[in-house]
């Protein structure tokens, strides 16, 4: 399970542009896993559009997620749910999706983090790390420090997002990150492709870097 | 499978009520089943609001269907799905849901009352049968006659939705329908569970009736 540069699909930062383009593009560039982040839509489509989204990851060996819809994820086989805290409650997922299927958690501090992993999460994603635009009503940024201090105490995989970029994707991977996972800085950017690949780089860079220390 | 007096629990056309209140009022007045439609919840409350549903429905016997969200269905274990056009398609939910759930279909006409019986649904809901409020972006009101002449050509139980009301009620099963979906007109209703039980009333009437001749 590679989650090292996680790309969320979500509509409302795409400048228009169609979800399956963004995807391949994304994909394209490197993107380790796409997640489909979608509240709109009427299931029919929605249906369709994971089922693209699934064929575009799965012929680079891309994993894909679905965000919140159990339903959506079992009806196109996905990789799994992600799930947020106003979302299913894990066990519920893992009751309906089986030992098989990834099972990722938004957490805001330690004791999310520790309850998401006790639930049987497969892995949690942390933020928002640094103050973005993307969505409202977000806790306050947490900062670095926090990504160190959540993963000492955990053993799941942790992947930060939250106005994660190139600037500082970096900085993030130094401090404990397992992955990132982005939204505007990828889906909203002019050259997606581009984009993706340098913030690939440079998580790579530092994962050598660490592994060698 | 009594689906007689079909109650839509639809928060929209509450007067502010809760469902579960609601609910407890149409169960008490003889509502042979209900269905939460929600568009907007997020699927943890979706999933708590469900599950207090169904123990109103299951401790008079009455059904309680979900109306898209399969997700939610699995999740308190509903007795089955109603779908709509732009819902998931039968196919999947049959998939997902196995041969032991009910699933519902609406339906505009005899095409895709033909599509939907084919397709493995359990039941179709034909609607609108008269103008309603309760929905935007309905086509114009089928009438009476339709029920008749698609009842002709399906096997499968046929409930007729759509500004049905105490004074429509039973020219509605006169002619043909197995039973009737009301969502504003008890839900929206003063005194619920007087509203419910002479809806159901009329109905049974027309029913004993039709079994004599």
Same mark, same amino acid.
Do not use: A, I, V, Y
């Given at each position: 399970m590679d989650l090292s540069l996680y790309v969320i699909i979500d509509?409302? @930062? @795409?400048?228009?542009?169609?979800p399956i383009r963004v995807a391949r593009e994304a994909i394209a560039g490197g993107a380790t896993a796409i997640q489909l982040r979608e509240k709109e839509m009427e299931s029919r489509d929605l249906c369709h559009l994971a089922s693209s989204l699934k064929k575009v990851a799965r012929k680079k060996k891309a994993l894909f997620i679905v965000n919140d819809r159990i339903d959506i994820a079992q009806a196109v086989d996905a990789d799994g749910v992600h799930l947020g805290q106003? %979302?299913?409650?894990i066990e519920i997922a893992r009751k309906l999706l089986g030992r098989n299927k990834i099972i990722g958690a938004t957490v805001r501090n330690l004791s999310q983090a520790l309850k998401a992993q006790r639930e049987g999460a497969d892995y949690v994603s942390l933020g928002p790390i640094f103050s973005t635009?993307? =969505? =409202? %009503?977000?806790?306050?940024p947490r900062g670095l420090k926090t990504i160190a201090q959540i993963k000492e105490k955990i053993r799941l995989p942790l992947i930060a997002i939250g106005g994660i970029n190139r600037d500082n994707v970096a900085s993030v991977i130094r401090a404990g990150a397992d992955g990132v996972a982005a939204a505007s800085a990828v889906v909203g950017a002019k050259n997606i492709r581009k984009t993706t690949g340098e913030l690939l780089r440079q998580i790579k860079e530092v994962k050598r870097l660490k592994r060698r220390n």
């Open positions: 509509r409302r @930062m @795409m400048n228009g542009r169609s106003e %979302d299913f409650p635009k993307t =969505k =409202k %009503d977000l806790p306050p």
